[in-house]
């Protein structure tokens, strides 16, 4: 797993593709040439093998680093560099902490390719989203709070990555700069609502990698602009 923080640990900007959505030749290819230093493949609803290896197909075609976040058992591909594996913290079902997990590693156990696997600390943060309703999650934090799910999954679990995931808006700063100023060993991603440039510049201040998902699949030129916004963005030293 420490190879795997390695792998990980470059990447700035990473842009998040939902198999479930459909994506053109020529989008997919302007998506992998932009310079992103990755591409996460994942989604809250409809994954299934078909789909989720259609698309790893498609981007095996360019020498880009694939990670799948396996949020669906029946989806989880071989084939990918690297598998992060969601735990979200602010939920009282301890199905999506450990009881998905556990069942996961019941049935998979010998098969799991543990030296490629990384688990992230999810904290979900828009009540709104599917992923908040999907985990029943307990989106209405204050800073504070969200800091304190940071450090629990940063000191006590020791956990490669925190994710802050506002998942179809765009989070609020103050929030994620408290985040920012608890977590000391975690790889910090941001998540939700970039829409462009000014957004990126800002979570990329703040966090050590910005996935951009949505815009995608809305305007790919304005997801294309934030590669750059995010490249030049020098994280906030704290």
Not at 86 to 110: C, K, Q, Y
């Amino acid at each position: 797993m420490n190879e795997m923080r390695q792998f990980i640990q470059p990447w700035r900007h990473v842009f998040k593709l939902d198999p479930d959505r459909e994506l053109g030749d020529r989008e997919l290819d302007a998506i992998c040439r932009s310079g992103t230093d990755a591409i996460l493949v994942g989604g809250s609803t409809g994954l299934t093998y078909e789909n989720t290896a259609g698309l790893l197909s498609r981007l095996r075609s360019y020498e880009l680093p694939c990670a799948l976040e396996v949020s669906e058992l029946e989806a989880a591909v071989p084939g990918f560099d690297v598998y992060m594996i969601p735990m979200v913290l602010n939920t009282p079902d301890t199905d999506w902490i450990l009881g998905h997990h556990r069942r996961a590693i019941e049935r998979f156990g010998s098969l799991i390719p543990w030296e490629m696997v990384l688990t992230e600390g999810y904290i979900v943060l828009n009540e709104d989203s599917s992923v908040a309703r999907l985990t029943n999650a307990d989106s209405r934090l204050s800073a504070r709070a969200a800091a304190a799910y940071a450090e629990i999954a940063d000191k006590l679990m020791g956990l490669p990555v925190v994710y802050l995931e506002y998942s179809g808006m765009f989070g609020d700063m103050d929030v994620v700069r408290e985040v920012r100023e608890s977590v000391e060993h975690s790889q910090l991603f941001y998540g939700g609502g970039i829409t462009g440039a000014a957004e990126a510049e800002q979570a990329a201040a703040l966090s050590d990698t910005v996935v951009v998902g949505n815009i995608i699949y809305r305007d790919v030129q304005q997801a294309l602009l934030t590669v750059q916004a995010v490249k030049k963005t020098l994280k906030t030293t704290i």
